[in-house]
């Protein structure tokens, strides 16, 4: 088993978490309605690159 030598200060643990950290949802927008949407996902007016994916419920 492999066992440390000598301990890591907070500043080393630190740099190594600084990439851990999470990145706010890809936002598109609808080139048809002009709606932000997160990519790769259907707006919710049902259009997806341009084209009505899902029929609006009215």
């Known amino acids: 088993m492999a066992v440390q030598k ?3 200060s907070t500043s080393r ?3 190594r978490r600084a ?3 999470l ?3 890809t936002l598109s927008i609808e080139p048809t309605t ?3 949407h997160r990519r790769h996902h259907v707006s919710a ?3 997806y690159r341009g084209k ?3 029929a ?3």
């Open 34 to 36: 002009g709606e932000t």
């Open 23 to 25: 990145s706010g949802a």
């Open 6 to 8: 000598s301990k890591k």
């Open 19 to 21: 990439h851990d950290s």
């Open 45 to 47: 007016d049902g259009y």
């Open 52 to 54: 009505q994916v899902v």
């Open 56 to 58: 609006p419920k009215s």
């Open 13 to 15: 643990r630190g740099m």
